[in-house]
């Protein structure tokens, strides 16, 4: 059996909620196909089409504007190379060539790497800058945008730091020039309460895993008339939209779920008080450490340290092997020597990322929780720092 | 150990290096029967995605040996991690190799690799992670001596002894090191991996340099190396000792002690490489005889166990030498020494190790020319 860590590691994935677990085996009946017209369909069809309005009532939207995919990877593949391809030079459809992209600086790599892919498609990207106390670059948005803007495309909170990004505002400067607008909505989604229609974005991405759902469930919010182009083709699943037999256990997860939006805001309280506890109590216990856009709008939940001198990937194995699951932005053996690129790009030193540590709480973090890890996180830091200088001063 | 009673006794701590072969997969098994609290680590020392050797799907982090290593960890249900030292690896390994090359030398990148990666790096993770030993699957002994010295010892496995390559070791980390199958022979290992039931145990044995894979270190070179510093590499072939020149030459890179296949000409006799001068790219090719010396100079020396100066030592001059005999005489660079007989193909960039007569490893430094 493996032993239960200590996780503080919600951004990276959420263990399942209770409820979803209970209501597994029951769920585990709804083995047909929804596209089926015999009985088997039935109950698949069902959690389909009220996970859909239940999520559609929540985000208020309609529920012809949701599409189920396999996670927000999928999703934001979607957008960006449905709209590239919309606009992009040499369709004859369209008579309006738009080949430039805004996105910002601290994208997840499902948004970066296929921009960076239809650059070699030949879009031209341009990436928003956002500062070290995490404040995007509205300036910069409003001067690069014109009339060969295809897309803005900046998520809604970061995954490293937290920072909430000011979408309201991006939107308004991207409609005056009839710009559409995609906001990968991963991070915020089940932390704080908001909705598409109050966003005013034409895209949306969320992740079910993210919210105590299970693994390989996403949501895409498409506005009516958005230009949509399939990423997967097949059969008419999702009004034709995203072909593949659905997820039925996925999404009736994330059902299970919806029904605890009710939640959020109270949990997001609750959290924020830990959080901050957790960063006073760091700051005052272990010298020479800073948290990231410390200043920004953050998420309750996330806190994204840097602890000089102290190895992040090193850290984490310290601290795994005690029983505490956390993140770092250091290179980790991902084949990348390179440490966090959102770190590094909003101005960190590589010194600095390597040094980087993310804590990030969920709903089921106690205070105990807490106390245990900033304990033991004190003592691992003194401990490494230790042997640090002691090879410093041989 | 002591027998009382009531008193939890906390198990000894051991990081062990695991690179995903079967020698590292048995030392971690070996030291979990033994009832170590055993935590394994990779070193992913450099990006294999683009090597033609041991590559799943292409993503990063892909390494089948990774993949390898860790489903041996999960077997023995210890923790496991990936450590991240591309960085060092290629800056203490890589780029001296390369370097080694292009003087006309023949580089030993696995001393490196030992000295500044599971030597260094490791024991600073062993330390960090609060781990009381540092464990390798290397065929070689601890041993402690009459006056309670830790000392490495040859391998029981004459054929697989790998003591040449540690010869730079620090010994105040001796004490801290195990060796888990230096007792074995490798077919043993290989059964012992079969009976814990450890993917690995058929898989074959790592051949050569693990960066460079099949490809070769000439393509290796070629393909990490800017075009005009190899072509500033090339020269002329001369008959040593008649100074004749005989052909021109692609770079002495392509070139190492003793070859005599792929010297890029055709004689009616057999030639051999006998000298590479990099100060001006000679390549002096000769007859065998000329291969031979009795006299080195060994510089950079390191020295593990004591020994007297001038004392008659057996010497391997190469991983797969057998050992001499040789009067080691210290010198103000290091050592010289004086073999009984004369050595062929002494070979500068490799290393001369220095063994006692109850084969315990005493050092040793670096071959020049």
């Known amino acids: 059996m493996l032993k239960i860590p200590i996780y503080l590691d919600f951004n990276a994935t959420a263990p399942l909620s209770q409820k979803v677990i209970t209501s597994m085996p029951q769920l585990l009946q709804l083995w047909g196909n929804p596209s089926s017209i015999h009985l088997a369909s039935r109950g698949p069809k069902t959690i389909l089409r009220e996970t859909k309005k239940k999520l559609a009532d929540y985000l208020k939207v309609s529920s012809l504007e949701i599409i189920f995919n396999s996670g927000a990877s999928e999703g934001n593949n979607t957008v960006l190379k449905s709209v590239w391809n919309t606009f992009r030079p040499g369709n004859h459809f369209n008579h309006s060539v738009k080949n430039e992209f805004l996105i910002s600086a601290v994208e997840h790599p499902s948004i970066t790497k296929t921009a960076q892919f239809l650059e070699t498609e030949g879009a031209i990207v341009h990436w928003i800058p956002v500062s070290l106390n995490g404040d995007i670059d509205l300036n910069f948005i409003k001067e690069k945008l014109n009339e060969r803007t295809a897309l803005v495309s900046v998520m809604f909170a970061n995954n490293e730091t937290g920072t909430v990004f000011p979408i309201k505002d991006i939107v308004a400067l991207a409609k005056a020039k009839n710009v559409l607008v995609h906001s990968d909505c991963v991070q915020a989604f089940g932390k704080t309460d908001f909705n598409l229609q109050d966003l005013g974005v034409d895209y949306a991405t969320i992740s079910a895993h993210k919210f105590y759902a299970l693994k390989g469930c996403g949501v895409l919010f498409a506005r009516k008339n958005a230009p949509y182009i399939n990423l997967v083709h097949g059969g008419g699943q999702e009004r034709s939209r995203r072909g593949g037999t659905e997820n039925i256990l996925g999404i009736a997860s994330l059902g299970v779920m919806v029904d605890e939006l009710s939640q959020v805001s109270h949990n997001e309280t609750e959290i924020r008080i830990l959080r901050d506890y957790f960063e006073t109590e760091i700051k005052a216990q272990i010298p020479a450490v800073s948290v990231t856009c410390e200043k920004s709008i953050r998420l309750a939940n996330t806190s994204s340290l840097v602890i000089t001198g102290v190895d992040g990937e090193t850290l984490l194995v310290s601290l795994d092997l005690k029983g505490f699951a956390v993140s770092t932005g250091a290179a980790c053996s991902s084949g990348n020597p390179e440490p966090s690129p959102v770190l590094l790009a909003l101005g960190l030193t590589r010194q600095e990322a390597q040094n980087s540590l993310r804590v990030s709480l969920g709903w089921t973090t106690t205070k105990e929780h807490i106390d245990l890890f900033i304990h033991q996180l004190v003592e691992v830091v003194e401990h490494l720092r230790a042997i640090n200088e002691a090879q410093t001063n041989v | ?369």
């Not at chain 2, 090597?51 to 993503?59: L, S, Y």
């Not at chain 2, 991690?81 to 780029?95: G, M, P, Q, R």
């Not at chain 2, 000769?286 to 020994?307: A, C, N, R």
């Open chain 2, 1 to 369: 150990m002591s027998d009382t009673v009531n008193v939890p006794v906390k198990k000894k701590k051991v990081l062990v290096a695991m690179s995903g072969g079967v020698d590292s997969s048995v030392a971690a098994a070996l030291l979990k029967e033994q009832g170590y609290d055993v935590v394994g680590a990779t070193m992913q020392v450099w990006d294999y995605t683009n090597c033609d050797i041991t590559e799943g799907n292409g993503t990063c982090c892909s390494s089948l040996d990774v993949d390898d290593a860790r489903s041996v960890a999960d077997k023995l249900d210890i923790p496991f991690y990936v450590l991240n030292c591309e960085a060092k690896f290629k800056a203490s390994v890589i780029d001296p190799f390369i370097n080694a090359y292009l003087q006309g030398q023949t580089p030993l990148p696995c001393v490196n690799c030992n000295t500044y990666l599971k030597f260094d790096h490791l024991v600073k993770k062993m330390k960090e992670l609060e781990c009381d030993y540092l464990a390798t699957g290397h065929y070689a002994q601890i041993i402690q001596s009459a006056s309670g010295e830790y000392q490495i010892k040859t391998s029981e496995d004459d054929w697989k002894d790998q003591t040449y390559f540690l010869f730079t070791i620090d010994p105040a980390i001796v004490p801290k090191l195990l060796f888990p199958i230096g007792h074995l022979k490798k077919p043993e290992v290989r059964k012992l991996a079969e009976s814990q039931g450890l993917v690995v145990a058929k898989k074959k044995d790592s051949q050569g340099i693990c960066f460079v894979g099949n490809m070769g270190y000439d393509n290796f070179i070629k393909g990490q190396v800017s075009e005009i510093i190899l072509k500033s590499k090339r020269g002329v072939l001369k008959r040593y000792p008649t100074n004749e020149v005989m052909a021109q030459h692609d770079g002495i890179h392509h070139y190492t002690i003793g070859q005599s296949k792929g010297l890029g000409m055709t004689y009616h006799e057999k030639l051999f490489v006998i000298k590479i001068d990099a100060t001006d790219n000679t390549v002096w090719v000769g007859e065998e005889k000329y291969l031979f010396h009795d006299e080195v100079d060994v510089i950079e020396p390191h020295i593990i166990s004591q020994f007297t100066d001038g004392e008659e030592l057996s010497v391997k001059i190469r991983y797969q030498h057998k050992g001499s005999i040789a009067k080691v005489v210290k010198s103000e660079t290091g050592f010289k020494l004086k073999f009984k007989e004369p050595q062929r193909a002494i070979t500068p960039g490799q290393a001369a190790v220095f063994y006692s007569q109850e084969k315990v490893l005493l050092g040793g430094g670096w071959i020049k020319l």
